[in-house]
T-cell receptor
Framework: DTEVTQTPKHLVMGMTNKKSLKCEQHMGHRAMYWYKQKAKKPPELMFVYSYEKLSINESVPSRFSPECPNSSLLNLHLHALQPEDSALYLC???????????FGDGTRLSIL | EDQVTQSPEALRLQEGESSSLNCSYTVSGLRGLFWYRQDPGKGPEFLFTLYSAGEEKEKERLKATLTKKESFLHITAPKPEDSATYLCAVQARDFGNEKLTFGTGTRLTIIP
């Protein structure tokens, strides 16, 4: 069992819907990450939060909006997504940004 | 730009047949090299971190080694449960850069 918990595990949404992905960790880690992973590809970094502040945004379209309400919680708000946004969305955390990242099992997102 | 190349892309072994996976990298000052295992539909599971040339880490049937240009993941007498995709990632020493650069992975299949 992973110590990074992501909900929901699966999500199907239409292109006009608004939904949110949630990630939680209770390891006291101060860096949290969102990745996107397409089939048979490595994870692609989207956002990094360090000490609850956004430190890296990898030029992600504005239809993806991250939020870090506190040091244990990370959200990804989704709006007006495109079919090509269908993927596995992974959350990860690390103690300080320079130690190993620990991943959740992801949310499988399908855009109709 | 940091780059990571993994080979082979896919590897099929008989149970008990030892082999090695390769990860070649170029990075502007290595902070750390990470090995992960990923099962289908799951997030990457952290295996090892290597920080300097000559370093070695072991866990059960896996042993990771590091030189200035590449890392090897040696698997000894593998079992079917070792079947997975193995990902290598590097992190540069740039201050404030928490980003991991991943290779495309090696899909390992162990045949009973």
């Amino acid at each position: 069992d992973t110590e990074v918990t992501q909900t929901p595990k699966h999500l199907v949404m239409g292109m006009t819907n608004k939904k949110s992905l949630k990630c939680e960790q209770h390891m006291g880690h101060r860096a949290m990450y969102w990745y996107k992973q397409k089939a048979k590809k490595p994870p692609e970094l989207m956002f990094v939060y360090s000490y609850e502040k956004l430190s890296i945004n990898e030029s992600v379209p504005s239809r993806f909006s991250p939020e870090c309400p506190n040091s244990s919680l990370l959200n990804l708000h989704l709006h007006a997504l495109q079919p090509e946004d269908s993927a596995l969305y992974l959350c990860a955390s690390s103690q300080d940004g320079f130690t190993p990242q620990h991943f959740g099992d992801g949310t499988r997102l399908s855009i109709l | 730009e940091d780059q990571v190349t993994q080979s082979p892309e896919a590897l099929r072994l008989q149970e008990g047949e030892s082999s090695s996976l390769n990860c070649s990298y170029t990075v502007s000052g290595l902070r750390g090299l990470f090995w992960y295992r990923q099962d289908p539909g799951k997030g990457p599971e952290f295996l090892f971190t290597l920080y300097s040339a000559g370093e070695e880490k072991e866990k059960e049937r896996l042993k990771a080694t590091l030189t200035k240009k590449e890392s090897f993941l040696h698997i000894t007498a593998p079992k079917p449960e070792d079947s997975a995709t193995y990902l290598c990632a590097v992190q540069a020493r740039d201050f404030g850069n928490e980003k991991l650069t991943f290779g495309t992975g090696t899909r390992l299949t162990i045949i009973p």
